[in-house]
């Protein structure tokens, strides 16, 4: 799951960059935004992976779940203000929503696993 998860915050990110390279000048601040936070999406991901510590990885973890939020927020934006921009934003849509659910998860059960071992 860890590799998957590596190449797929990668490629988010690099969706992210491509998918924003098509976007009007308009858009520029919200390009701005989205290559950020969804390239900091996999930085982070890549940084919790060398967690010290169990906090540590759950306080990385919840980095990636802000940056994801953030992403899809923009995504969100862009699919409002510009509705020929579809198929190919909603598919971004859809991975980051599928990439949230995970990571919510994978904090939700590490945080139990913790608490049953105190």
Same mark, same amino acid.
């Given at each position: 799951?860890?590799?998957?998860?590596?190449?797929?915050?990668?490629?988010?990110?690099?969706?992210?960059?491509?998918? *924003?390279?098509?976007?009007?000048?308009?858009?520029?601040?919200?390009?701005?935004? #989205? !290559?950020?936070?969804?390239?900091?999406?996999?930085?982070?991901?890549?940084?919790? *992976?060398?967690?010290?510590?169990? @906090?540590?990885?759950?306080?990385?973890?919840?980095? !990636?779940?802000?940056?994801?939020?953030?992403?899809?927020?923009?995504?969100?934006?862009?699919?409002?203000?510009s509705p020929k921009e579809n198929n #190919?934003?909603?598919?971004?849509?859809?991975?980051?929503?599928?990439l949230l659910a995970i990571l919510v998860?994978?904090?939700?059960?590490?945080?139990?696993?913790? @608490?049953?071992?105190?």
């Open positions: 799951m860890k590799e998957e998860l590596l190449h797929r915050t990668k490629k988010f990110a690099i969706d992210g960059w491509k998918l *924003c390279q098509t976007l009007p000048n308009e858009f520029l601040d919200y390009k701005k935004q #989205l !290559v950020r936070s969804s390239s900091s999406v996999g930085a982070n991901y890549r940084a919790a *992976c060398r967690a010290k510590s169990t @906090n540590d990885f759950i306080n990385k973890l919840k980095i !990636v779940e802000e940056e994801l939020d953030e992403s899809l927020f923009f995504i969100e934006l862009i699919l409002e203000l #190919l934003w909603k598919s971004m849509h859809d991975e980051g929503d599928q998860k994978s904090i939700t059960t590490i945080k139990a696993k913790q @608490n049953y071992k105190s």
